[in-house]
């Protein structure tokens, strides 16, 4: 029986071994901008490391320059996807790098960005299945961060429109998708009970709220873990913040290698999406 390296790789993803996943996407610096200056970017990851999250996801230049050691216990993933906040339609995005690449650089997976409403919705979904097929080759497994963006989209966080995302990420061919989350967030569920593919809860609160009780929320609703950037990179201690999430996501308390105790508690996910959605 023919078998690729697939299994192993998507094994890693969740180093817990749990079947859960706490990403931090540093894909920023493209998109928007330097995530943190030249000099704190390898404390930023041993942070990253340190709290326990369960992957990285940057860029193929990026990922040329991560000194070996600090990723000892953290899986890569290089993103393939980008657009600039300058571009005339932010919602565009184009390929950037492909599967070979990835491989080469030691990526435990790979991920690709997809705006659904958009006015180059076609060009993005070809992409998708063109990486997908490349990833059946190479044995790695793909990410698909797909979200409503566009003229044609009315309401982002509608549950059956965020149904239909997860599908289309999983039937191209995505091993896992990376969405937005509904409100109220409890809905959430619905979205997770149409998925074949596991659900990964895309950034933090839509209003800022505090992101333990969000991770919390979504987990509840079955999401199997969070893809969290800004709200990590731009905190004044994520190592702190990182392990905290962990915590939330995987059901531990402390990070690798010291990480801080987390001080998630119990919530009323009910009563917690009802507020999101009444501030939003």
Request: net charge negative.
């Amino acid at each position: 029986m023919l078998r690729t390296g697939k299994p192993l790789r998507l094994r890693r993803l969740s180093l817990a071994g749990d079947d859960r996943h706490l990403f931090v996407p540093l894909d920023h610096s493209v998109s928007d901008g330097p995530v943190v200056p030249t000099g704190q970017w390898n404390d930023l990851l041993r942070a990253l490391v340190t709290g326990g999250a369960d992957g990285i996801i940057v860029h193929k230049g990026r990922a040329r320059t991560l000194p070996p050691d600090i990723l000892q216990n953290c899986a890569l993933v290089v993103h393939l996807s980008a657009s600039t906040a300058c571009s005339a339609d932010v919602d565009a995005k184009v390929l950037v790098g492909d599967v070979e690449e990835a491989v080469r650089l030691g990526a435990d997976a790979v991920s690709v960005h997809v705006n659904i409403g958009s006015d180059t919705e076609r060009q993005q979904l070809a992409d998708l299945g063109a990486v997908a097929r490349s990833c059946d080759t190479w044995g790695i497994p793909l990410i698909s961060m797909i979200y409503p963006r566009g003229p044609r989209i009315e309401n982002p966080r509608d549950p059956a429109l965020l149904a239909h995302l997860v599908n289309v990420a999983a039937d191209l061919g995505a091993d896992m998708v990376k969405t937005s989350v509904t409100l109220p967030i409890d809905r959430m569920a619905e979205v997770v009970a149409h998925s074949p593919i596991p659900v990964l809860a895309a950034g933090g609160p839509p209003d800022g709220s505090d992101l333990i009780e969000y991770g919390a929320a979504v987990m509840a609703a079955g999401c199997a873990g969070l893809a969290v950037g800004r709200r990590i990179f731009s905190s004044p201690s994520p190592a702190s913040l990182v392990s905290r999430l962990a915590a939330v996501v995987h059901g531990t308390h402390a990070g690798r290698a010291g990480g801080a105790d987390s001080q998630a508690n119990d919530m009323n996910m009910t009563n917690y999406s009802t507020f999101v959605a009444g501030v939003v």
